[in-house]
């Protein structure tokens, strides 16, 4: 197996973890990935970088899946993709009668479907009034 390949295995709790935390970064830039903020990490003594990008995407049967991009030094880019509801199970299944941090994913989780909610709206009302202008029909299928 290459070295690529087992530390994305070593690392898929890593992705895990990390990517509650990194995917909702994006919000207000146009539902793109942020800026390369730089290496996340080092891997090794030698300093072997590791980079490691997170987004939202959804499939075309709904399914909305946290991707997650691995760089591994100059080895090459390790796609993973994680059905957001696997990550919410993992952290019911471990909640260990902490419900205040369930209550605060929970609560998250819900001003983030708002912040996106609102910018569907925007882009929702902008088509329907660029068609008035234009005294088109706008139909949204």
Known sequence: MSLC???TVALS???LYTS???SFMYLYTGLHMIDDLGQD?????EGLPIFLDNDLEVSDSGM???KSTLNIGDFNEVEILKPLYETIEYVLDNTENEYWELYAIANEL???ASKLRDVAQRME???E???DLFDVTYDSD
Request: hydrophobic share 40%; no cysteine; proline share 0%.
């Open 110 to 112: 819900e001003r983030e």
């Open 5 to 7: 390949k087992v530390l």
């Open 20 to 22: 509650y935390d990194q």
């Open 41 to 45: 990490a080092t891997l090794f003594d």
């Open 13 to 15: 709790n890593l992705v």
């Open 64 to 66: 909305l899946y946290i």
């Open 129 to 131: 009034n660029v068609a």
């Open 125 to 127: 009302d902008s088509t």
